[in-house]
């Protein structure tokens, strides 16, 4: 069974700083993987998917990157936002159409 | 496009009662799924379908039934509820992934939390 773990559960910046949100899985086997956000009491909203093929995407300030081999994935964000401030998770799709959570690195954002 | 729409928002229950969350999309995804997220657990797959009249049991599947008779709803049943399934219930769909233009994206509802007294 696929294992996904996200380094660190919670962190807390001050406004303006680059961070970067780390996310590591057991099974390299992949078809894909997603990064999304999650505001409180929200649905998840998918920020960036990420192809077994491509090494990384970009959307505006969030870039993700991904190490099939080495298992690894991770969510970088330039000049954060107080509006960044959501739990933000990571879900590599197995080849078997199985999606693996982890439980989300919870970013605050201050002003 | 409405993507996926779950009802109800908000439900409470008394022990032993019976409901049922629905679930729709209107994207012609082959894949839905539904998912429990509790604190500290993170989210958990109760059942998961790639198509209609196909389903088959995730993660933690007890206390739950589905079934999938059209390809763009996906209702998760509760038979008999119990204080243990309070909790907050998210569908999701996706293409089954494969072709030149799909990514396999992953869409997800709004939520519905549930709670059982």
């Known amino acids: 069974k696929q294992e996904v773990t996200q380094i660190p559960a919670a962190l807390s910046v001050p406004e303006g700083e680059n961070l970067v949100l780390n996310c590591s899985f057991t099974d390299s086997a992949i078809y894909n993987l997603q990064w999304f956000r999650q505001d409180p009491g929200k649905g998840l909203t998918s920020l960036l998917l990420i192809q077994s093929s491509q090494r990384e995407q970009t959307s505006g300030r969030l870039n993700a990157s991904l190490d099939k081999s080495s298992g690894r994935s991770t969510l970088y964000i330039a000049a954060s936002q107080p509006g960044d401030s959501a739990t933000y998770l990571c879900a590599p799709r197995g080849t078997g159409n199985q999606f693996y959570f982890g439980t989300g690195t919870s970013l605050t954002v201050i002003p | 496009n409405a993507g996926v729409t779950q009802t109800p928002k908000f439900q409470v229950l008394k022990t032993g009662q019976s409901m049922t969350l629905q679930c729709a999309q209107d994207?012609?995804?082959?894949?839905m799924s539904w998912y429990r997220q509790d604190p500290g657990m993170g989210l958990r797959l109760i059942h998961y379908s790639v198509g209609a009249g196909i389903t088959d049991q995730g993660e933690v599947p007890n206390g739950y039934n589905v079934s999938r008779s059209t390809t763009e709803d996906f209702p998760l049943r509760l038979l008999s509820a119990a204080p243990s399934q309070t909790s907050v219930y998210f569908c999701?769909?996706?293409?089954?992934?494969?072709?030149?233009?799909?990514?396999?994206?992953?869409?997800f509802g709004e939520g519905s939390r549930l709670t059982v007294l």
């Open positions: 994207m012609n995804h082959e894949y």
């Open positions: 999701a769909s996706s293409p089954l992934g494969g072709g030149i233009w799909d990514t396999g994206e992953l869409f």
